[in-house]
């Protein structure tokens, strides 16, 4: 019983630091008193405002401080919070007509920006409001906002590519460019020099979901830096839109650890590697489970390797055509290659083009392997024929 009762004193304890307690004043003095807890948003706020004070939660702008709370409605305010310190004073202003007019335009549709007036442009939950409605925007902001951090710093959270149009004060800002990499890690690009060869920095960068397109940006010497090199591979979804080994120093390319890290998320990436990698079974074998068509960049050796080759059809069947000759003429192997793709029958050598099994395994596949068909074979095989009517037929009920 005492441990149960130490326990519930503990979640009490908990439960009653979650609650928080929020003051609302407007510009003549208090307004109301909201309840919240750690996982109430701005919106939540605002209808507990409008509750008690009738003031409709669009026509609401909360400050916090002396500052507008910059916030998305749908975001946390317990975290803004805590940055201040757990300060749970907001002071309500009502918009005017105007300004609300142009706020919910800007949600709807961010390109009224574009002709907005100045007023508008220098305005930080104006912009936001149109940012956050299209991700962009964040270049018609006024001079002076996109010199404010506290601005950059919202702006680039909601598309880190604005990192390009804040001051040059800005992208040497440590906080501001490491917000904006976790964002889009091509925002790199628009870092000053120095962060740019900042370890933390490029890290962030590569492991943000655009992850390897952001190595083109780091300098030459993180671009040969074996840990940011793992990094971005081991990092990256499948068939990154960038590859890291297009990247990477030239040493890395021979790396056994990072080309290996590489071919396993897009066997495409074998073509970066060394011709010594290429030639390395255990590589190659990695590339080819992951893409069959990598075969065409591993070295001639191994593109003899029969179980290299069956992984490779096995994954894309017309990968046969970089098989060498002897694999063309295996039936094993063209077999495999035909039941994946039909058309992969064009790069079986002649001898297997006449094997009836093999053909019509490739016809059954797909109608379009006909035209690598002897017209011998298909004169000779009633049932080739018969095979090729019943699936053309089926083809045109679909």
Known sequence: KPVQIKRWRRLSASVRAMAMEIRVNGLGGPLCTVDADVASTVRDIKAAIELSTGVPAREQQLVLGSAPLLLDDDQRLAAVLEERGGAADLTMVRRDPERLGWLEALQAEWWHLDTAPAWVRADPELVLAAMR??????????????????????????????????????????????????????????????????????LAAVASPSGPSSLPFASAALRADRAVALAAANGCTPFPEQGVLECVSEDLRSDREVVLACVRQDGSALRHASQDLRAAREVVLEAVRTDGYSLQWAAEDVRGDREVVLIAVARGGTALQFASDDLRADREIVMAAVQQDGTALEFATMSLKTDIEVVMAAVREDLAALRYVPRKVLRKHGGLRRLVARTARESEEA
Not at 135 to 152: M, N, Q
Not at 168 to 192: M, N
Request: proline share 3%.
């Open 133 to 202: 409605s299209g991700r962009s925007g964040c270049h018609c902001a006024s001079e002076e906002l996109r010199a404010d951090r506290a601005f950059a710093l919202h702006a680039v959270r909601i598309n880190g590519l604005s990192l390009g149009f804040v001051s040059p004060e800005l992208q040497a800002d440590f906080g501001v460019v490491v917000e904006a990499v976790r964002e889009d890690g091509r925002a790199l690009e628009y870092a000053s020099p120095e962060l740019r060869d900042d370890i933390d920095v490029v």
